[in-house]
């Protein structure tokens, strides 16, 4: 009877360790969907603002115009 009590208090203890890992595995799943989601909306604003400033200009946009602020 010792033997089949240490087994299923073995069998007990991994259940734990395996519902607590899957409780941080769903936070960490959670806090890189908001990264995502807000990534993904510096995203739009981004293009949003190089599609107004597209708009506004009568010349095309050109990468080489662009000065790198270490110049």
């Known amino acids: 009877m010792g033997d089949q009590e240490s087994?299923?208090?073995?069998?007990?203890i991994r259940v734990a360790l395996q519902e607590d890992l899957l409780?941080?595995?769903?936070d960490t799943v959670a806090k890189l969907q908001d990264t995502l989601d807000l990534q993904q909306a510096q995203l739009r604003l981004l293009y949003?603002?190089?599609?107004?400033q597209t708009a506004e200009s009568t010349?095309?946009?050109?990468?080489?115009?662009?000065?790198?602020?270490?110049y």
């Open 7 to 12: 087994r299923i208090t073995e069998l007990e």
């Open 23 to 26: 409780a941080v595995l769903n």
């Open 48 to 52: 949003a603002r190089q599609q107004a």
């Open 59 to 70: 010349q095309p946009y050109s990468l080489a115009d662009e000065v790198p602020p270490h």
